[in-house]
């Protein structure tokens, strides 16, 4: 345990210049910083994200439901780069006055509808749609239990365990132990949960795999935090099939790629406005992953929305 004590001052005060990981972009307000307006395509479905795990639940759910035939989710994909800021522009702060991807516009009807938040965007497109969640009372409320526990457990894998184990200045024992016992027992949960299921609600792929597998998914795989083997991520087998079982969907392999500026130049795909996009790479994102590290997406990977 470190013996410099911190003590907190009375009043707390904003240092911009602390020179901490993602200062450039954290600030104690809300609202635009830049007057600058959002691209609009073709289609209906304007998404307007990064391919952090947040990000890539969206594109995953758009690109598994035109693998089911709805036309009516085609989609562009704007790269929004929270490094540089463009998160704070005018006109996706009118998207999502909380400035954080990924956020969608549905140009459908009369009057467009703005949807932030990436749980809210997964159960919007599922209702839209009539997919990826179940029909009956029951059923859909066991999938949104498991989608609302990930929007609510994955800030301690990310903003808590993630920030202190990878990004802090200093390595502090007590926070790295106090975060690192949250994640395990979240790794467990969903490891007994998976020993007698095909996907987090039974044998039929929801909303909740789609929420669930971005985060954990890239934990599992050492591609977050670079922690797979101070969690031991391979002792939970379950879980592990899992993961590798929706890894080798199709569609979650196209999700991935979308609005992606870092890892492999081969699973790259900045902008999607058509599926054609992905034929000249369709044979790289089949390949096996090469070693990488995926943290580079900033602090918006550390907050889910």
Known sequence: MTSNAYEPPSVWR???ANNQAFANINRPTSGAQQDKGLPV????L???SLATPNGMKVTIMLEELLARG?????YDAWLINIGNGSQFDSGFVAVNPNSKIPAMVDHCGDVPIRVFESGSILLYLADKFSEFIP???AGRTGCLNWLFWQMAATPILGGGFGHFYAYA?????YAIDRYTMEVKRQ????DK???DRRYMCGDEYTIADIAIYPWYGAVMRGHAYDAAEFLEAHTYTNLARYIEEVRQRPAVQRGEMVNRPFGSKSKQLLERHDASDFELRTQDILDPDPPEEEQTAGENAQRPN
Not at 41 to 44: A, K, M
Not at 169 to 173: H, L
Not at 187 to 190: A, E, G, T, V, Y
């Open 14 to 16: 904003w240092n911009p």
């Open 41 to 44: 395509g073709r289609h209906p």
């Open 46 to 48: 304007q998404l307007y």
């Open 70 to 74: 709805h036309c009516g989710a085609e």
């Open 135 to 137: 029909a009956d009372h």
């Open 169 to 173: 200045p200093v390595k502090i024992e």
């Open 187 to 190: 790794l467990d949960l969903l």
């Open 193 to 195: 949960n998976l020993a």
